[in-house]
């Protein structure tokens, strides 16, 4: 079985800020890691992939994350957070196959003029 | 990327009765979809993982009976929320998965149904 854990339920950031939205994974599998980010009232959008290639994955918007399994971890980065960026961010965690995402609670990102 | 649309976007009915919301694919053949379920402010909940042409499997705690789910095409899902409560009100999306993409599938999501039961 498969679950993620994301730390921090709500972030704030100022504008120009780093942004780092944590996320640690448990699975019994090499897992397949996920970030996607929702807008209000919206579907969700495909940030990054991890898919066992390269540990440093980058993304859409300029974020990356990098896969660390020593730490279970697959951190969300941005160097510089822009105002578009305010929205909610999930991890989310596969077997591989077809086989179902497991999602995260979520992390809701305000960034401060 | 991969398109995939929900119709309608928005839905109010009353208690009592059914509603059909729809999950296409628009541009590939989505041999799995999965309808999720999100309350306010929290995650996703997956619901039921349909395969084309075969029954949907549910997870635990789902009413299958509630919840009718066919995916009689490769391009399209509906799930049907049958005698509709108050407490069934929740965004619902759908999403399908098309063809592999290294070892997986990958899961390309709709925009959501918001349904409001009063």
């Known amino acids: 079985a498969q679950s993620v854990t994301q730390l921090g339920s709500h972030v704030s950031v100022s504008e120009g800020a780093l942004v780092l939205l944590r996320c640690n994974y448990s699975s019994s599998v090499p897992p397949y890691l996920f970030w996607y980010v929702q807008y209000p009232n919206q579907g969700l959008q495909l940030l990054l992939k991890y898919t066992s290639a390269a540990t440093l994955v980058k993304g859409i918007n300029g974020f990356e994350a990098e896969f660390k399994k020593s730490e279970t971890s697959f951190h969300l980065t941005k160097p510089s957070a822009h105002m578009s960026d305010a929205a909610e961010y999930f991890c989310?965690?596969?077997?591989?196959?077809?086989?179902?995402?497991?999602f995260g609670t979520g992390t809701r990102l305000t960034i401060i003029p | 990327g991969a398109v995939v649309s929900q119709h309608p976007s928005w839905v109010i009915c009353k208690s009592g009765t059914s509603v059909k919301i729809e999950c296409r694919s628009l541009d590939f053949q989505a041999t799995t979809m999965f309808w999720y379920r999100q309350f306010p402010k929290q995650s996703l909940m997956l619901m039921a993982t349909s395969n084309e042409g075969s029954k949907a499997t549910y997870e635990q705690g789902v009413e299958k009976d509630k919840f009718l789910i066919n995916h009689a095409s490769l391009t399209l899902s509906t799930l049907t929320v049958t005698s509709a409560h108050p407490e069934d009100s929740s965004f619902y999306i759908c999403?399908?998965?098309?063809?592999?993409?290294?070892?997986?599938?990958?899961?390309?999501f709709g925009p959501g149904t918001r349904l409001t039961v009063t």
């Open positions: 999403s399908g998965a098309g063809a592999f993409v290294g070892t997986f599938y990958e899961q390309y």
């Open positions: 989310a965690v596969s077997g591989g196959g077809n086989e179902k995402l497991t």
